[in-house]
């Protein structure tokens, strides 16, 4: 019955809620604390663990952009978690692989391409070969074991929530839990006429007054406001970006004129809406509207249907969205008058 499924609802709400959850209080401690000087029984390597052949090569990197983070949510040293890692690998595994790379068939059989497995200071591979595989995944099972054995350290002058954040690192990019390919759009049907034409040493310096035309202005009449992207096509490349910005109406050529005449066109910018290079002096105003963030891209960066998108996409600022009661789809691609819906602006990425 409905009360039955109700209570089943909620038993699994709370279930749900205590997943990835430590259960013990957080214990307040600074960041910059000296770590633990002295290991614990639990933390004793295995005699059967402890000769030189036998000990596992995490690399340069994963102890300190790996292992490291890891440590200072509970408090531990790099070398603790390293050694937590290497239990998990020979005692709970029972593996004695991960010093040579022969040990992996496919380093032997020569499958992986060049540079396939290459991973530097916390980044993804993108492929796992078997050293990086073990050490990841030894690293994750090491986290369960302190998150149900110890508790995690929070500095009290940071609101953030450490192991949360540490463990997002290793999440999906979207923190509503969508892929990057749910928000990639397909391929823009319209191409350049250039695209058709044969290839000539002159065609760099052909730029026209009629392509800023077409590249403000879609075939189907929209007009690009904001955005970058490039077109290709055999030895030839065109890259494009695209910013606008609100600036007072009597002071436009003034500015015109500046952005024209400065000496380093790194000076100065069209601004987004949170951006520092804003103007609001004695009359001369230029404000951005379009706030366009960026995100560090998590477990998600290497799949090939994300296509290297970046997310979030653009938006239009709080404020414009109030003054023209905009709203918008789930993905931001569409904008349209609240009631309305009809389309004023669009998104693609």
Same mark, same amino acid.
């Given at each position: ?6 209570? @089943? ?16 209080? *957080? +214990? ?18 295995? &005699?059967? &663990? ?6 596992? =090569? ?19 040293? @790099? ?56 050490? =990841?995944? &030894? ?11 110890? *508790? +995690? ?27 990057? &390919? ?79 005449? +400065?000496?380093? *066109? ?47 996409? *653009?938006?239009?600022?709080? =404020? ?30």
């Amino acid at each position: 019955d409905v009360g039955f499924l109700e209570s @089943q609802a909620d038993d699994l709400r709370e279930r749900l809620s205590v997943i990835n959850v430590s259960k013990f209080p *957080p +214990v307040e401690s600074k960041s910059y604390q000296p770590f633990e000087s002295e290991k614990s029984d639990n933390e004793e390597i295995d &005699a059967d &663990a402890e000769g030189d052949e036998d000990r596992f =090569y995490f690399g340069i990197d994963i102890g300190p952009y790996w292992f490291a983070p890891l440590g200072r949510c509970f408090a531990m040293s @790099q070398a603790s978690i390293e050694r937590e890692a290497l239990r998990v690998i020979r005692n709970d595994w029972k593996l004695s692989a991960g010093n040579r790379w022969d040990e992996d068939e496919r380093h032997r059989r020569k499958i992986f391409r060049d540079r396939e497995t290459w991973h530097s200071h916390g980044s993804y591979p993108r492929v796992d070969d078997l050293h990086f595989y073990l050490s =990841y995944h &030894a690293m994750m099972v090491v986290a369960g074991k302190l998150l149900e054995t110890k *508790p +995690v350290h929070h500095d009290p002058d940071d609101s953030e929530d450490e192991f949360h954040n540490w463990l997002y690192r290793h999440d999906l990019t979207r923190r509503d839990g969508g892929w990057l &390919a749910d928000r990639r759009d397909p391929i823009p049907l319209e191409r350049p006429a250039w695209k058709d034409e044969a290839e000539n040493d002159e065609w760099r310096w052909s730029l026209a007054r009629s392509d800023f035309d077409r590249i403000l202005l879609a075939s189907d009449g929209r007009m690009n406001l904001w955005g970058h992207w490039t077109w290709s096509s055999g030895h030839r490349e065109e890259s494009i970006h695209v910013a606008s910005a609100l600036v007072s109406s009597d002071r436009s050529m003034a500015l015109l004129r500046a952005l024209q005449s +400065v000496d380093n *066109p790194h000076d100065y910018r069209i601004p987004d809406a949170n951006d520092d290079l804003q103007i609001d002096f004695e009359g001369f105003q230029l404000k951005g509207w379009i706030v366009d963030r960026y995100c560090d891209r998590g477990l998600d960066e290497q799949d090939p249907w994300a296509g290297a998108i970046t997310y979030p996409s *653009p938006v239009p600022a709080a =404020y414009i969205t109030d003054i023209m009661n905009l709203t918008s789809d789930t993905e931001h691609r569409r904008w349209f008058v609240q009631g309305d819906h009809v389309d004023v602006a669009w998104a693609q990425v």
